[in-house]
Structure formats: structure tokens, C-alpha cells
T-cell receptor, first 115, second 115 residues
Framework: AQSVTQPDIHITVSEGASLELRCNYS??????LFWYVQSPGQGLQLLLK??????LVQGIKGFEAEFKRSQSSFNLRKPSVHWSDAAEYFC?????????????FGDGTTLTVKP | DTEVTQTPKHLVMGMTNKKSLKCEQH?????MYWYKQKAKKPPELMFV???????INESVPSRFSPECPNSSLLNLHLHALQPEDSALYLC??????????????FGPGTRLTVL
């Protein structure tokens, strides 16, 4: 069964500092991986996704993520955090034909940005 | 355009009321989803429609009744809810329910409060 672990429940960074949010997955084949961001009371917004090819993917809002098969990781990074980045971040593994429709989400990481 | 719309934005209902949530997408997606999300938790899958047919029901109580009138619309009919059903209800859609085309786009959600 596929699973996603986000080891950090809560991260606090200063505005302008760099950010890395960790995501580890368990999946039998090449996974389809996603990062979503959710502001309070809002829906989930897709930041970026990885399906194949270049292991460093660029997303919206200046985010990037790197797929590392050897470490089963898909960590999200941003070189300089803005106060508006404060939100909940979810990593997810997409479904396969065997379990169509059933994406798996991590428990999320809450990002707080200090002025 | 990757927009999924949901109405209403907020809903307060009593335990004897009947209400409906509505979701709409015009991206030509053939898979649509209902999720329930409690505060500080990841979305929990409730239902999946694939090509307008219910393909997944995650053992959701019968007081929640989904409906897919056409490929662009998804409803969730609510009846005799309990206070513990209070949550953010998210709709999502994807081109297909599995594989590389299973990039899910989320609506802003309906904040439901059951009194």
C-alpha cells in the first residue's frame, strides 16, 4: 500500500530565509507526486507535480521540489520565504490504475513565517 | 483555466435539515471527487465519480448522497447530519481518475456547520 510521511508537523522560518519541507513516500512503482498548499479556510492549490523526467521540478510561487528515488523523498524548497507563504502544505502520491481515484496525502506541515 | 467552483461557501444547518452542496468544473475532466477535511488534517476521500458513474464510496454514511447530473456538475445531498459532520467539504476534479492524468484540482470548499 502506498503511504506518505511528512515528518515535520510544524516549521517556523523567518521571512527571507530558505525553506525545505520534507516528504517521504512508500510506493511500489514510479510514483506520481504532488505538493499542495492550503491557506486557512481555503481549498488546496497545486504547487507542483512530478511524473517522470527531470527530477528537479519547478512550481508556482517560486517553489521547487526534488525527486530522489534512492531516498524515497520529494522535498519542497524555496530559497526565500515570504510572509504570504504561511499556510498548510500537503505532499501527496497519486493513484495508479490499481487504486484509481485514491490519492494518498501526508498529514501536512504547518508553515509559520516570522517577520 | 483550472478552476473548480463550489457553492455555497458557508452552510449552517440543523440536524433535521436537507441541503445540497454544488461543485462545477468546465475543464472537460471526467473524474470528480468529494473530500471531507477536518481542521489541521489532510482531506479524506468520500466519493469518486468516473465518467459520471460512482466508482468509489469510502463507506460514507447514507446521510451523504452524491449525485453527478452531468460531466461538469457534482452535488452532495445532505440529510439528517450530525454535529461531527461539521467540516470543510472539498470538491476536486481530474482529467482521469488514475495515472499521469490524475492531477486533482480543488475547489475552495464549503464550510459546513451542523447545529
Amino acid at each position: 500500500a502506498q503511504s506518505v510521511t511528512q515528518p515535520d508537523i510544524h516549521i517556523t522560518v523567518s521571512e527571507g530565509a530558505s525553506l525545505e519541507l520534507r516528504c517521504n513516500y512508500s510506493y511500489g512503482a514510479t510514483p506520481y507526486l504532488f505538493w499542495y498548499v492550503q491557506s486557512p479556510g481555503q481549498g488546496l492549490q497545486l504547487l507542483l507535480k512530478y511524473f517522470s523526467g527531470d527530477t528537479l521540478v519547478q512550481g508556482i510561487k517560486g517553489f521547487e521540489a526534488e525527486f530522489k528515488r534512492s531516498q524515497s523523498s520529494f522535498n519542497l524548497r524555496k530559497p526565500s520565504v515570504h510572509w504570504s507563504d504561511a499556510a498548510e502544505y500537503f505532499c501527496a502520491v497519486g493513484s495508479s490504475s490499481a487504486n484509481a481515484g485514491k490519492s494518498t496525502f501526508g498529514d501536512g506541515t504547518t508553515l509559520t513565517v516570522k517577520p | 483555466d483550472t478552476e473548480v467552483t463550489q457553492t455555497p461557501k458557508h452552510l449552517v444547518m440543523g440536524m433535521t435539515n436537507k441541503k445540497s452542496l454544488k461543485c462545477e468544473q468546465h475543464m472537460g475532466h471526467r473524474a470528480m471527487y468529494w473530500y471531507k477535511q477536518k481542521a489541521k488534517k489532510p482531506p479524506e476521500l468520500m466519493f469518486v465519480y468516473s465518467y459520471e458513474k460512482l466508482s468509489i464510496n469510502e463507506s460514507v454514511p447514507s446521510r451523504f448522497s452524491p449525485e453527478c447530473p452531468n460531466s461538469s456538475l457534482l452535488n452532495l445531498h445532505l440529510h439528517a447530519l450530525q454535529p461531527e459532520d461539521s467540516a470543510l467539504y472539498l470538491c476536486a476534479s481530474s482529467q482521469e481518475p488514475a495515472g499521469v492524468t490524475d492531477t486533482q484540482y480543488f475547489g475552495p470548499g464549503t464550510r459546513l456547520t451542523v447545529l
